[in-house]
Structures are given as structure tokens and as C-alpha cells.
């Protein structure tokens, strides 16, 4: 079945951009069936979705964080991928890629990559 | 944007309790809800979607009601696997919002 794995830095520098790939495995990135997000949570805080992306490359930003977000789809290494600028210690969180379907609830996580902000 | 408000946001009960955590949309969502469980330094596990259908797995214990607003996840019977924070999630439009978690705890 389809899985999905995190990577990236673990720690990224005040303002610079963090970079995030999420690997699809065990199925197509193209399938025109999934959407494919991103979702984070501070240490002891809750879940905060951030975006998604469609196969064929359209994306919806939360609001709270479009001006800094950025998300991509390689389809030739089975990845989409995250970037989010000018990052602040209060950045730092796990960050989960996670997929849906036609219904927008999320059945598929990956394991979730811890970033960390400092200097 | 629609804003996902739960309670309590933590709860002590004992084994073989019944158990509910009430979710409030500040607008309508349809039954566009889903619930998820998240077990300390776990992943979030889906529970219930549409407000009331089980994700395949799920113990029967576990049920969903609700409509319009307010809803509400109900635990049957605790067990001590049950202790997690559960977060409930609108599905109606972008963005994907989450209630803010209700940690569930064994007395």
C-alpha cells in the first residue's frame, strides 16, 4: 500500500527557507486521486495543516502562512516537496506529510520529521 | 475562515467510563468532520469521518454524532489504550482546520 516518508534538515537557521520532500512509495504520485499536504505540530501543541498540492500541481495555502509557503510535485522521483521562508523559533515543530482523497480527511501520514529553528 | 473549538480540553476517567468530547465549528460544515486519535509520540490515526463512519479497525467503542456545528466523539467503554489526544478536523472547505485536542487520561 502507499507510504510516505519525510525528509530534511532537522535544524535550519532564523530567516532562512526550510526544505521538506515527502517520498511516495508504493504507489503514483500522478494518481489523480490523491491530494498531498502538509501538516505540522509545535512540541505539546496541536495540529496545524499548512497546504496541499494535486498531482497536476495545483496548491491551496493556509492563510496563515501563504505568504511563506511554497510547495512542489517531482514526478519522476515520486516527491513533493515543502519550502517555507523566513523562519522563527516558533517554526519549529514535526512535520507531517499527509495525503486524502476526494473527501479531504487525512487516512495516510507519514512519520513525521522534526525541524528545529535556531541559530 | 471556520474556526474548530473542542472540550474539555482534557478529561481524567476511569476504566470502563463513557467518555465525549464535543467539537464546535464556529459555521456550518455539513457532516464534513473526521476525528482523529494521537497516542503520545505517535502519528495521528484516523478515526471516524462524516461525522459517524468508522475508519476500518476502529473499535465499535468508539462512536460520532452531531451536525450542523456541534459534534461530538464518544468513547463507550474507556480502556487504557484509549488514553491520546483526539482532535477533530473540517473537511467542507480549505482550510483543513483542526480543534485544538482533547487529552484523554486514566484516572
Known amino acids: 500500500q502507499v507510504q510516505l516518508q519525510e525528509s530534511g534538515p532537522g535544524l535550519v537557521k532564523p530567516s532562512q527557507t526550510l526544505s521538506l520532500t515527502c517520498t511516495v512509495s508504493?504507489?503514483?504520485?500522478?494518481?489523480?486521486?490523491?491530494?498531498w499536504n502538509w501538516i505540522r505540530q509545535p512540541a505539546g501543541k496541536g495540529l496545524e495543516w499548512i497546504g496541499r498540492?494535486?498531482?497536476?500541481?495545483?496548491?491551496n495555502y493556509n492563510p496563515s502562512l501563504k505568504s511563506r509557503v511554497t510547495m512542489s510535485v517531482d514526478t519522476s522521483k515520486n516527491q513533493f516537496s515543502l519550502n517555507l521562508s523566513s523562519v522563527t523559533a516558533a517554526d519549529t515543530a514535526v512535520y507531517y506529510c499527509?495525503?486524502?482523497?476526494?473527501?479531504?480527511?487525512?487516512?495516510?501520514w507519514g512519520r513525521g520529521t522534526l525541524v528545529t529553528v535556531s541559530s | 475562515d471556520i474556526q474548530m473549538t473542542q472540550s474539555p480540553s482534557s478529561l481524567s476517567a476511569s476504566v470502563g467510563d463513557r467518555v465525549s468530547i464535543t467539537c464546535r465549528a464556529s459555521?456550518?460544515?455539513?457532516?464534513?468532520l473526521a476525528w482523529y486519535q494521537q497516542k503520545p509520540g505517535k502519528v495521528p490515526k484516523l478515526l471516524i469521518y462524516?461525522?459517524?463512519t468508522l475508519q476500518s479497525g476502529v473499535p465499535s467503542r468508539y462512536s460520532g454524532s452531531g451536525s450542523g456545528t456541534d459534534f461530538t466523539l464518544t468513547i463507550s467503554s474507556l480502556q487504557p489504550e484509549d488514553v491520546a489526544t483526539y482532535y477533530c478536523?473540517?473537511?467542507?472547505?480549505?482550510?483543513?482546520?483542526f480543534g485544538g485536542g482533547t487529552k484523554v487520561e486514566i484516572k
Open positions: 498540492i494535486f498531482s497536476i500541481g495545483s496548491t
Open positions: 508504493g504507489g503514483s504520485i500522478s494518481s489523480g486521486s490523491y491530494y
Open positions: 459555521q456550518g460544515i455539513n457532516n464534513f
Open positions: 499527509a495525503s486524502h482523497t476526494g473527501a479531504w480527511y487525512f487516512d495516510l
Open positions: 462524516a461525522v459517524s
Open positions: 478536523q473540517k473537511y467542507n472547505s480549505a482550510p483543513l482546520t
